[in-house]
């Protein structure tokens, strides 16, 4: 930047004005000393990473000097001393002042320094051997060897070894099943893949510091809470997920680092565009590599999948639970042998997330001034006032600026956490992490165990997935006549409701409280490249206003009360939690499916279906609610955004006529048009957190002019007419050979044809906008149903590639199949549309978790689970119920 602003290269090329600068200007001191006058920032960085380096290499070979006849006893076999050959060194993060892992190369062999406390390491090799000596030889672990000092220690290097026959592979992975188990047990976290070393058929685990792990956010002491909700962030921070050794893909990072991760990953790397010339910088890409893969077992050098040994996993880690859960008192007895001495890593914010802002913060811009640079990552570390997370943020400050990772450790005896710089944040911790993992040990039981396994099944199931062919789209069109016979399967569908629903209340957590029950779900969500496991939350997507609106539909089919009890205990809890929050505080995104109005447009529901005055109460604040947080909505769609939020109170004020209502849905509309992207003077979209327009009904624009539609049907208003026309042309305008494009993928934007994106959620847009008064709007609309209608009917009802739910499969299809037959008051393709729902369900039985998989059915909620093929299958029967795919409300009284 200096040089280009005074013009200080004279080369005629690029490459020459390269050639110039490391020859001339790099030579002379006085354009040195100007640099560093511009950079001072960067000068000190550079003179304090030079100062820890130092530090650090002294300090590494005056602890092997001292060291030396104990390494060579008991990791070199009492070979006689061994000078060091070579050292590699900054193996890992930097922490407490620049140190690093280091690899040391001996005369004879390779040992590792590690520059923190391994009491870790001998407490889980002291459990492994009690483990070994009750069990047969095909399943006994290993673990490395070392010495351990206080402040540092040393561990054997282990070698790679691939397998020579099928059986190891298996052997192998019941051994890393079983060590999952015990790890689960000490609650251990960020187990990634370079953490596991594969020798024939034993893994080894070689970095163990993360064992006795307390997650923030959740309660600690579990038995004292009543809150379901609490008691099931609990389960979920806990559980066997949260070791970071099951396939986990991140979106963000594009690759899977766990421990069992895949093959096949994409890194992101710093990548020099413009090599040689003065020109050049240094960009961030992404390419696709193949990792050393030493976590992983092979045979003659080739790759294994892992798919086909999940049992062996699964029976590992039975094994090893259920000894565990037999010895508990032999289990806590070792542990109590470490409680004062053990001294283990807490780890507050994943370390990706720490470089991250490093790397950034040695940006140009923030290297002229200090204070631009402190108060960056100030800034990052900010954490609240008066408490000990606030002392955490202090602390991440003071290493981060030191070009650190931050460390934290804690004495598994106290509730205090101790810095890299040895403060103490007093009573971080509401109870020793000694008495977390007591606890949990002890609650180790049968229903406990399936869970986990569960959860073992689907992560698995990402590696399945991953390795699957995307399946094509049928084009040929569906023959309908043979499907318009009268519809005459209504127990049928009624009975298989019902299945589905008893079904789903078995895998629900219960907790009586008060004269009523908390009831609640763990959704564990598998798609094509992800596997997510959370606490069911209050929402319709795939929350529990969505359980509710299904169980209370249940009710008005078959009048049996049970129904309604379980709707009503779990919209009791909801409205419980908005009661609690204040309008202020509240932090949820205000869009119909995943934000307050959906839990408005569920609750709207339930007063029709009571005429209860209690939930228009609810109703009240909810509304205030999302008054105060609509100018913060970043979505704009239906899904989570303002236009979701103003299709939920036009429907409101249609049933109550209140105008302070249409006012709150003016300021929507108004939000709405104040956010418009113009992209020409005929074409306008709406760019949300994905950062560019969409088409489709969930996330683009048919969405939203479809409510600014139900907004101007009260308003007439000819600038909401102009916005709505030039939205459908923006639209049209990325339709090609009758499809719209799915803008989503930029390598394969062919019509999704799902509710959500592409032609049947058009459908539902237009459908509705052939009504506006306004004459183009609806001419172009009836031409436009008749390319939705054509394109919906290509897509295949009856293969199973297509998956059972609402947002993105069969079930959402039929149902705006049904909805444009009733429109157009053809009767016949409404009876196309429920029979073609019984071919997709006539078969369908779930009996084991495992089975969704199979039926593109991601978890029980609403909107792509089990409780979406219920309620399908109900509104087959009664459509006076709600219909989630338009957002209308019942049509019941009771």
């Not at 977390?436 to 180790?444: C, H, N, R, S, Y």
């Amino acid at each position: 930047m200096l040089v280009n602003k005074k013009r200080l290269l004279q080369g005629e090329t690029e490459a020459q004005n390269l050639s110039d600068y490391n020859r001339i200007l790099l030579s002379d001191t006085k354009y040195i000393m100007t640099f560093f006058e511009n950079y001072p920032c960067l000068l000190r960085i550079l003179s304090n990473e030079i100062r820890k380096s130092r530090k650090f290499i002294l300090e590494l070979l005056k602890r092997y000097q001292d060291d030396q006849l104990e390494i060579s006893q008991h990791l070199c076999c009492n070979t006689a001393l061994q000078k060091i050959r070579q050292i590699d060194i900054g193996l890992g993060d930097a922490h407490c002042d620049g140190r690093k892992t280091a690899k040391i190369h001996l005369e004879r062999k390779a040992i590792f320094y590690k520059t923190r406390n391994l009491s870790p390491q001998s407490l889980y090799a002291e459990l492994i051997q009690e483990w070994n000596t009750n069990t047969i030889e095909q399943y006994t672990v290993k673990t490395p060897k070392s010495i351990v000092k206080n402040e540092y220690g040393w561990i054997e290097d282990i070698q790679y070894q691939g397998c020579s026959k099928r059986e190891e592979i298996h052997t192998f992975y019941k051994r890393m099943g079983i060590q999952m188990a015990f790890l689960y047990a000490l609650n251990a976290t960020d187990f990634h893949f370079e953490n596991l070393i594969a020798q024939k058929d034993y893994p080894i685990l070689i970095d163990l510091e993360c064992l006795f792990h307390i997650p923030l956010d959740i309660p600690c002491n579990i038995h004292q809470t009543k809150n379901l909700q609490e008691k099931l962030k609990y389960s979920v921070a806990t559980s066997v997920y949260s070791l970071g050794i099951l396939p986990a893909f991140c979106k963000e990072s594009h690759m899977d680092i766990s421990g069992l991760g895949k093959d096949e990953q994409i890194q992101s790397f710093s990548k020099i565009s413009k090599l040689n010339v003065d020109q050049m910088k240094i960009n961030k890409d992404y390419v696709w590599y193949t990792p050393s893969e030493e976590h992983r077992p092979r045979i003659a050098g080739k790759r294994v999948l892992l798919y086909p040994y999940k049992e062996d996993i699964k029976q590992g880690f039975t094994m090893a639970y259920t000894y565990i859960q037999h010895h508990k008192k032999e289990i806590l007895r070792i542990l109590e042998g470490y409680k004062e001495l053990l001294i283990t890593r807490y780890v507050p914010k994943p370390t990706q997330t720490y470089a991250t802002i490093l790397d950034l913060s040695l940006h140009p811009r923030f290297l002229h001034n200090s204070l631009d640079r402190e108060l960056f990552i100030a800034k990052f570390c900010e954490e609240g006032d008066g408490s000990a997370c606030s002392l955490l943020g202090r602390a991440e400050f003071v290493d981060l600026m030191n070009g650190d990772i931050p460390y934290f450790a804690s004495s598994i005896s106290s509730k205090n956490l101790i810095s890299s710089r040895g403060s103490i944040l007093q009573d971080f911790f509401s109870v020793s992490p000694y008495q977390f993992v007591q606890q949990k040990i002890e609650d180790f039981n049968n229903r406990d165990l399936q869970f986990q396994l569960q959860i073992i099944e689907n992560s698995l199931e990402l590696t399945q997935q991953a390795s699957k062919q995307e399946p094509v789209t049928k084009s040929k069109a569906l023959n309908l006549t043979l499907y318009m016979d009268e519809f005459k399967k209504k127990n049928f569908f009624i009975e298989k409701a019902k299945n589905i629903a008893e079904y789903i209340y078995t895998l629900a957590y219960i907790e009586d409280c008060e004269n009523k029950k908390q009831i609640s779900w763990v959704n564990m969500i598998l798609n094509k490249k992800t596997f997510d496991i959370q606490a069911m939350n209050d929402n319709l997507y795939d929350g529990l206003s969505g359980m509710a609106l299904m169980y209370a539909s249940l009710w008005y089919v078959t009048k049996e009360t049970k129904y309604w009890e379980i709707a009503e205990n779990i919209m009791t809890d909801i409205m419980g939690r908005v009661e609690r929050v204040s309008i202020e505080e509240s932090k949820s995104a205000i869009g119909a499916f995943n934000g307050i109005a959906s839990i408005l447009y569920t609750m709207l529901n339930f007063y029709i279906f009571t005429q209860n005055k209690k939930y228009k109460k609810c109703i009240q604040k909810m509304i205030r609610i999302m008054q105060q947080h609509l100018q913060e909505d970043s979505h704009l769609d239906i899904i989570s955004g303002t236009a979701g939020a103003l299709i939920v109170l036009i429907r409101y004020y249609e049933l109550e006529k209140e105008p302070r209502v249409l006012d709150v849905a003016k300021q929507c509309g108004t939000f709405l048009i104040n956010n418009i992207s113009y992209f020409n003077e005929q074409a306008l979209g709406w760019i949300g957190i994905s950062k560019k327009a969409l088409t489709g009904f969930s996330h683009g624009n048919a969405g939203i002019v479809y409510a600014l539609h139900l907004l101007n049907n009260h308003l007439q208003s000819d600038s909401i007419h102009t916005v709505i026309k030039k939205g459908i042309i923006f639209e049209n305008n990325n339709r090609i050979n009758g499809q719209w494009l799915d803008l989503r993928l930029e390598d394969r934007p062919i019509d999704s044809c799902k509710w959500c994106h592409g032609s049947p959620g058009i459908l539902i847009s237009r459908l509705e906008l052939q009504k506006s008064k306004d004459r183009d709007i609806s001419t172009q609309s009836k031409i436009d149903i008749q390319y939705a209608i054509n394109n919906l009917l290509k897509y295949d009802f009856t293969t199973m590639q297509n998956g059972k739910n609402i947002c993105h499969g069969v079930i959402g299809n039929a149902l705006i199949l049904m909805k444009y037959g009733q429109e157009t008051q053809n009767f016949r393709l409404e009876n196309a549309s429920k029979n073609l729902l019984y071919e997709n369900v006539k078969k369908f039985n779930i009996t084991q978790w495992e089975q969704m998989q199979e039926h593109g059915i991601q978890g029980v909620g609403l909107l792509t689970g089990l409780a979406g093929i219920a309620y399908g299958l109900l509104y087959a029967c009664d459509q006076r119920l709600p219909n989630v795919t338009t957002l209308e409300l019942g049509k019941l009284t009771v």
